[in-house]
């Protein structure tokens, strides 16, 4: 069956990361050694790991589910997948097994075997930004964890898992640098399915304190202003103009916009840029970037913030 050929696999692929077991085969001839490590292994694991992946999925859709389930939890599926993801031998299988099998399965019981490993998440992060990403198609790859880790925050699993192992720091790094992977764009797209709109609304998630609104030490507002701020900046002045073009275009006094603008003004973008201004540290980098301005724009339509900073700098 699907689930015996799963547990035959996992029980294999576990005898085989035994590093006393697996030097037992071998000769002490350094040439032999480095053979078997370097290639007879890595093949033997693949193999195996592929194995897992078909009968997981196949055992996934059939009345064995809650056993493939079981067989997962129980092999810390998602960690292991998550640390083999930065092997470049065992990376291509790892993440076809993390694609067609983790992410299969809800996101609370994705959650719940990720976010309860302080080292599983670090690498998540790291993953995101291409770190240590051994993946053939990393750009691809990427895209993929963006996404997780979206879907964890969204479901209020990210923010807890990052305060209870301290990791704000890590967070604000890895989502920031993930944002600036397409160094010639000034712009986040407005499309949802983009790394860096993914990124973006996940930090805003992660940084919410109480009442649902985005805090940040001075610390972190100079950092994020350094980091994100230009970029920032340019997306809500290029949403405001683009905006502004919109109603100009259609100019008829019966259509009301409001609805546009508040959106803009209530995206995750704009509410970074305005906690940000609060700190005089960063909005002193924010000037130099055309900070000012966008949230000039957001002042205007009546944000409170995004009024008291401006304030704080005349």
């Given at each position: 069956s699907n689930m015996?050929?799963?547990?035959?696999?996992?029980?294999?692929?576990?005898?085989f990361s035994d590093?006393?077991?697996?030097?037992?085969?071998?000769?002490?001839n350094p040439d032999d050694r480095s053979f078997y490590f370097d290639v007879q292994l890595p093949t033997v694991k693949s193999y195996l790991m592929e194995g897992l992946t078909k009968s997981l999925k196949q055992a996934m859709s059939s009345d064995s589910k809650t056993a493939a389930e079981g067989l997962i939890e129980r092999l810390q599926l998602p960690r292991t997948c998550l640390l083999l993801c930065r092997s470049e031998k065992l990376a291509e299988p790892a993440f076809r097994l993390f694609e067609d099998v983790v992410l299969s399965l809800p996101i609370d019981f994705v959650g719940k075997l990720i976010l309860c490993?302080?080292?599983?998440?670090?690498?998540?992060f790291d993953l995101v930004t291409g770190r240590a990403n051994?993946?053939?198609?990393v750009a691809s790859s990427k895209q993929t964890f963006a996404k997780l880790l979206c879907n964890l925050a969204k479901a209020g699993l990210l923010p807890k898992a990052v305060s209870n192992f301290g990791l704000r720091s890590h967070a604000i790094a890895a989502l920031s640098a993930a944002m600036l992977i397409n160094e010639g764009e000034e712009n986040i797209d407005e499309d949802e399915g983009s790394i860096q709109r993914i990124?973006?609304?996940s930090l805003a998630i992660v940084l919410c304190g109480k009442d649902n609104e985005v805090t940040l030490t001075p610390v972190e507002s100079r950092t994020l202003a350094s980091a994100i701020g230009k970029v920032l900046s340019s997306t809500v002045l290029n949403r405001f103009f683009t905006q502004a073009s919109l109603e100009a275009t259609i100019n008829d006094a019966t259509v009301d916009f409001q609805l546009n603008r508040d959106a803009i003004c209530q995206a995750a973008e704009s509410r970074l840029l305005c906690v940000m201004a609060h700190s005089p540290e960063a909005l002193g980098v924010l000037s130099k970037v055309g900070g000012l301005e966008a949230i000039g724009l957001i002042a205007h339509e009546g944000e409170i913030r995004a009024v008291e900073a401006i304030q704080k700098a005349c």
């Amino acid at each position: 069956s699907n689930m015996s050929v799963a547990t035959a696999c996992s029980v294999l692929l576990d005898t085989f990361s035994d590093d006393d077991f697996t030097s037992s085969l071998v000769t002490t001839n350094p040439d032999d050694r480095s053979f078997y490590f370097d290639v007879q292994l890595p093949t033997v694991k693949s193999y195996l790991m592929e194995g897992l992946t078909k009968s997981l999925k196949q055992a996934m859709s059939s009345d064995s589910k809650t056993a493939a389930e079981g067989l997962i939890e129980r092999l810390q599926l998602p960690r292991t997948c998550l640390l083999l993801c930065r092997s470049e031998k065992l990376a291509e299988p790892a993440f076809r097994l993390f694609e067609d099998v983790v992410l299969s399965l809800p996101i609370d019981f994705v959650g719940k075997l990720i976010l309860c490993d302080r080292v599983a998440l670090v690498t998540l992060f790291d993953l995101v930004t291409g770190r240590a990403n051994k993946i053939p198609d990393v750009a691809s790859s990427k895209q993929t964890f963006a996404k997780l880790l979206c879907n964890l925050a969204k479901a209020g699993l990210l923010p807890k898992a990052v305060s209870n192992f301290g990791l704000r720091s890590h967070a604000i790094a890895a989502l920031s640098a993930a944002m600036l992977i397409n160094e010639g764009e000034e712009n986040i797209d407005e499309d949802e399915g983009s790394i860096q709109r993914i990124c973006l609304e996940s930090l805003a998630i992660v940084l919410c304190g109480k009442d649902n609104e985005v805090t940040l030490t001075p610390v972190e507002s100079r950092t994020l202003a350094s980091a994100i701020g230009k970029v920032l900046s340019s997306t809500v002045l290029n949403r405001f103009f683009t905006q502004a073009s919109l109603e100009a275009t259609i100019n008829d006094a019966t259509v009301d916009f409001q609805l546009n603008r508040d959106a803009i003004c209530q995206a995750a973008e704009s509410r970074l840029l305005c906690v940000m201004a609060h700190s005089p540290e960063a909005l002193g980098v924010l000037s130099k970037v055309g900070g000012l301005e966008a949230i000039g724009l957001i002042a205007h339509e009546g944000e409170i913030r995004a009024v008291e900073a401006i304030q704080k700098a005349c």
